[in-house]
């Protein structure tokens, strides 16, 4: 069977219809593409929306939880009465307190400027720190570790034991001291926080 040219003229339409057919089948395919690579765009730039909301949410919980922490340490702080203005008076009492409880023979002690331990520029609050050099006289080397134990732990500071020296105490002449065996030196330093008197 041959074809003329009386039967393309006949089969015009259809092969015209096909060749539109054809078009439309390749437009439709190329609008899909777009439409899959714009959901895609937008699905990757709602991912890295999410990614940065959620790690926002993670730092702001962080914070919040850093906030909470603080809050329950300081409120701690306030209730051992580490915060607020230095209280000499009532340290001087706890030690001669604690002297007589433990019926120590001997104590001096002195108490040196108190300064801030860090830079207080900028900081609603900051810790300061007040040296004291102690000496003790003591029947025996239990009696040191008691005695800084009971002011670490009653005091209303935070007392941190800078060093001690314990030697055997030389003979006097007075009966109190007579009965002490040893002789212990320590530097102390009581530390308090407070809110920050330097200019933001």
Known sequence: MKFTVGDLVKLRLPILGTLILFLLAGLLVWWSLQQEQKAGQERNGAAASMSQVEQRLRQVRTEEQELKERALMFQKMQNSGITGEERRLDWTELLRQIQQDMRLPGMNYEFGAQKPLESVNGAAFAYFASSMRLQLRLLHEEDLINFLARVQREAKALVLVRN???????????????????????ELQWVTVRRSTATK
């Open 164 to 186: 001690c020296k314990l030697a055997p105490q030389a003979g006097s002449s007075d009966n109190r001291s007579a009965i002490a065996q040893l002789s212990a030196e320590c």
